[in-house]
């Protein structure tokens, strides 16, 4: 069975610039999370999405960051525009129905320079 | 709301001693508690979970945990630490008054000395 899949691994931009990750969660998981982890910390909850609906969204900075899963599937994170702090690492998990084993993918670490 | 903290930032010990990372938990409800572990440049995975079912719960590696309601705990324990244990260790919670939205600790980083 493959893992979640998470591109890119590594992206370095400046500030203010736009930046977006892709998920693919494993087949059949209708629960999809993504997290940001700063150095140091545990993952912090972004969003969480139950097929495609937002379970929750409540720790989402959205003036500038924005998340979809229009068929259910795969998702998007973007930040637009970017700040210093969002540098950390971006962590996207599935499980097949909520309160269950998460399966974590391998992140993508952000630096914002 | 639901709340976890874990107690230890840093917890080191010797190969071949025990091990107990420490974790409260805040919750409403019948919680599910859940400890991860994250090694080096590698993914989060799963090393057990309790949901209301059997309060000893063992997980992989040796690893296992108590849920003790009385002490709103969920320790993490192995009694003998080698050294591929040294890893981030992170204890979760979540509860149905929560819909069941996963809480991070902010981590324990267990040392292990040869």
């Known amino acids: 069975e493959a893992g979640v899949a998470q591109s890119p691994r590594y992206k370095i931009i400046e500030k203010r610039q736009s930046v977006a990750f892709w998920c693919n969660p494993i087949s059949g998981h209708a629960t999809l999370y993504w997290y940001q982890q700063i150095l140091g910390q545990g993952p912090k909850l972004l969003i969480q999405f139950q097929n495609n609906g937002v379970v929750d969204d409540s720790q989402l900075p959205k003036d500038r960051f924005s998340a979809e899963r229009l068929k259910g599937v795969d998702s998007t994170l973007k930040i637009q525009p970017a700040k210093l702090e969002d540098s950390a690492v971006y962590l996207c998990a599935s499980t097949k129905t909520p309160n269950n084993e998460q399966f974590f993918g391998p992140g993508t670490r952000l630096t914002v320079l | 709301a639901q709340s976890v903290t874990q107690l230890d930032s840093h917890v080191s010990v010797s190969e071949g001693t025990p091990v107990l990372l420490r974790c409260n938990y805040s919750?409403?409800?019948?919680?599910?508690l859940f400890w991860y572990v994250q090694h080096p440049n590698k993914g989060l995975q799963l090393l057990l979970k309790?949901?209301?079912?059997?309060?000893l719960v063992k997980g992989i590696n040796g690893f296992e945990a108590e849920f003790k309601k009385s002490e709103t705990s969920f320790h993490l324990t192995k009694p003998s630490a080698h050294m591929s244990d040294a890893a981030e260790y992170f204890c979760?919670?979540?509860?149905?008054?929560?819909?069941?939205?996963?809480?991070f600790g902010r981590g324990t980083s267990l040392i292990v000395h040869p």
């Open positions: 979760v919670v979540s509860d149905k008054g929560g819909s069941y939205i996963p809480t």
């Open positions: 919750s409403s409800y019948s919680p599910s």
């Open positions: 309790y949901t209301s079912a059997a309060t």
